[in-house]
C-alpha cells in the first residue's frame, strides 16, 4: 500500500513537471541563406522552416528541406540543389541544440532576451558544432528567434565546382522563426 | 573574303555570349518553375504520408522534386512569415498532415471542403512538404 503511494506521489511529480514545460513550435519559421560575392548576388529564403522549443531546458531544433530555398534566379536554385547542396541525397539540413541561458528568459513576460545556443548543425551529411547568439523577442506572449552566424562552406564537404570563384566561401545563414 | 567569315564568327560570338548572358541573368530570374504546365502523378494525402512514414529513402526517390497533385480534406489555412498562404491537408494520422505554401495571388478553397492541389514535393519534416503550389479543384 504504502508503495502505491508513494508511486503515486512520484508519478504526481513527474505530471507536474511535464505539465510546467512548454513546447513552443512553428512549420512556417523563415531561414535566409547569403552567399554574395562581390560578382553575383547568390541569396535565398526558406519559408517552411520546422523548429520546436522546449522553454525550461532551453533544447531546440530548427529542420529545413534544401529544396524548399526560394532563389530569386531558377538557374541560381537549381545550382544550388544540383551542384552545391545534392538535395536529392541530402535533401534536410538540421540545427540540434540548447539555449544555453534560457534561464534568463522570462516567457511570461514581454521584451527582448539575449541568448546563446550551442548544438550540432547537420548540412549536406556533414555534421559540425556550432556556437552562436541571437534573441528570444517575447510579444503577447508569443516567443520568437531571430539570429545569424556563418557556415564554412568548405567544412560541410560542399565543393561545387564554381566555389572559390564566384560565390563566397562562407554563407550567412539568419534565422527568423516566430512560434506559437 | 576572309574578312566575311572573321566578321561572320564575330557575330556569331557575340550573339552566343549574348543568348547566354540572357538565359542566365534575365529569363531565369523571370521565368521560374511553373507546376501549372507540369505532368503530375496523382496521390491521396493518406497514401503519401504513409509513403514517406514506412520508407523515407524509398519516398524521397519517388516524390522528391516532382509535381504532384495530392487529393485530402482540407484541415487549415494561414499565412506564412512572408505573408504566402498554406494550407494544410489531412492525413489521417493527426501528427503528420500535408503541409502546401501556395504561389501568391490565388484564390481560396473553402475550409472543410476536399480539394486537390498540385506543387513540388520537396521532402518530409514531420509534415510532407509541398512547394509553389496552386489549387487544381475544390471538390465538394
Known amino acids: ?82 551542384n552545391y547542396m545534392e538535395s536529392s541525397k541530402f535533401p534536410k539540413a538540421e540545427f540540434r ?84 | 573574303m576572309k574578312k566575311k567569315i572573321i566578321w561572320g564568327l564575330v557575330i556569331v560570338v557575340v550573339l552566343g555570349v549574348v543568348n547566354i548572358w540572357y538565359y542566365v541573368f534575365q529569363y531565369s530570374k523571370t521565368h521560374h518553375r511553373d507546376v501549372a504546365n507540369e505532368v503530375a502523378m496523382l496521390v491521396t494525402s493518406t497514401q503519401l504520408v504513409k509513403d514517406f512514414q514506412s520508407n523515407e529513402k524509398v519516398a524521397n526517390a519517388k516524390y522528391l522534386n516532382k509535381a504532384i497533385e495530392v487529393k485530402g480534406e482540407l ?8 505573408g504566402n498562404i498554406t494550407l494544410t491537408l489531412k492525413s489521417g494520422d493527426p501528427f503528420s498532415n500535408i503541409f502546401c505554401t501556395l504561389k501568391p495571388g490565388l484564390p481560396l478553397p473553402v475550409k472543410g471542403s476536399i480539394v486537390v492541389v498540385k506543387g513540388v514535393c520537396t521532402g518530409f519534416l514531420s509534415d510532407v512538404v509541398l512547394n509553389n503550389a496552386i489549387v487544381v479543384k475544390p471538390v465538394e
Do not use: R
Open chain 1, 1 to 82: 500500500m504504502k508503495k502505491v503511494i508513494l508511486s503515486l506521489i512520484v508519478l504526481s511529480g513527474i505530471c507536474f513537471q511535464l505539465h510546467a514545460q512548454k513546447i513552443y513550435s512553428t512549420k512556417t519559421g523563415q531561414i535566409k541563406f547569403n552567399a554574395s560575392s562581390p560578382l553575383e548576388k547568390v541569396a535565398a529564403v526558406n519559408d517552411q522552416v520546422d523548429s520546436k522549443m522546449v522553454d525550461k531546458t532551453g533544447q531546440i531544433v530548427f529542420s529545413v528541406l534544401i529544396k524548399s530555398f526560394k532563389f530569386e534566379n531558377q538557374l541560381m536554385e537549381d545550382h544550388f540543389n544540383e
Open chain 2, 75 to 82: 484541415l487549415q489555412e494561414e499565412k506564412d512569415q512572408s
Open chain 1, 97 to 180: 541544440g540548447y539555449i544555453t541561458n534560457v534561464t534568463t528568459v522570462n516567457f511570461a513576460k514581454d521584451g527582448k532576451y539575449p541568448v546563446s545556443f550551442d548544438g550540432t548543425l547537420n548540412i549536406h551529411g556533414v555534421q559540425q558544432k556550432v556556437t552562436t547568439t541571437g534573441v528570444i523577442a517575447i510579444e503577447g506572449g508569443k516567443p520568437s528567434i531571430s539570429g545569424s552566424f556563418k557556415v564554412k562552406v568548405k567544412d560541410y564537404g560542399i565543393t561545387g565546382s564554381y566555389i572559390g570563384s564566384k560565390i563566397a566561401d562562407e554563407a550567412e545563414i539568419s534565422v527568423n522563426c516566430k512560434y506559437e
